[in-house]
C-alpha cells in the first residue's frame, strides 16, 4: 500500500487508516484481532475520539507492545482550558501511551466556537502546552463542515 505524508506533517501513512468509532458496538477480544488485522495489511494511521465511549480504552488494551506500529489520532469536544487538559490526560491514560501523534479539536461546528477554543482560557491553549512537553505532536481540528473549515482558514492566512 502507498505511503503518504500526512498534510503538513512529518507522518507517514498508508492511504487507509482505521476509524475507531466503530469499537464501541464490539468487544475487547475483538478489537485485538482488528489491529493484528491492520498491522498484517500495512494500515498504520488510527483515528478515535474521547466521545467514542469505549474506543481509546480497548484500543489503547490491543495498542499495547504495538503502539510503535501506528500513527495515531484522538480528539475532544472539550471547549476550554481545563476541560481539554483533562481530556489529553484520559486520552493517554486510556491509550496507554506517553505521547499522541495528532489531538484533535473535534467538530468545531461555529466561528463563536472557534473562537472560544483559540481564546485566552481555550481548548487549545491545553494543546499548545501539552505539545510543548511532548504529550502530542500535532494539533489538529475536525467539523462536518467543508464551508466552516474553509471559513477558518481564510480567517488564519
Known amino acids: 500500500m502507498e505511503e503518504i505524508r500526512l498534510g503538513k506533517t512529518n507522518l507517514m501513512v498508508k492511504r487507509v487508516g482505521f476509524g ?3 469499537i464501541q458496538r464490539v468487544t475487547q477480544e475483538d478489537v485485538n484481532k482488528i489491529i ?15 466521545g467514542y465511549t469505549v474506543s481509546e480504552e480497548y484500543l489503547g488494551n490491543a495498542l499495547v507492545g504495538k503502539r510503535d506500529k501506528f500513527v495515531l489520532c484522538t480528539k475532544s469536544m472539550a471547549r476550554t482550558y481545563e476541560g481539554m487538559k483533562n481530556d489529553i490526560e484520559i486520552s493517554l491514560k486510556n491509550l496507554k501511551t506517553d505521547y499522541i501523534d495528532i489531538y484533535q479539536l473535534h467538530n468545531v461546528k461555529t466561528k463563536e466556537e472557534y473562537e472560544l477554543v483559540m481564546g485566552v482560557d481555550g481548548a487549545y491553549k491545553a494543546l499548545l502546552e501539552a505539545k510543548a512537553s511532548g504529550k502530542i505532536g500535532y494539533i489538529g481540528i475536525t467539523s462536518h463542515s467543508m464551508d466552516f473549515l474553509d471559513s477558518i482558514i481564510e480567517m488564519e492566512v
Do not use: F, H, S
Open 20 to 22: 475507531g468509532i466503530p
Open 36 to 50: 493484528d488485522v491492520l498491522i498484517e495489511n500495512g494500515v498504520n494511521l488510527i483515528d478515535t475520539a474521547r
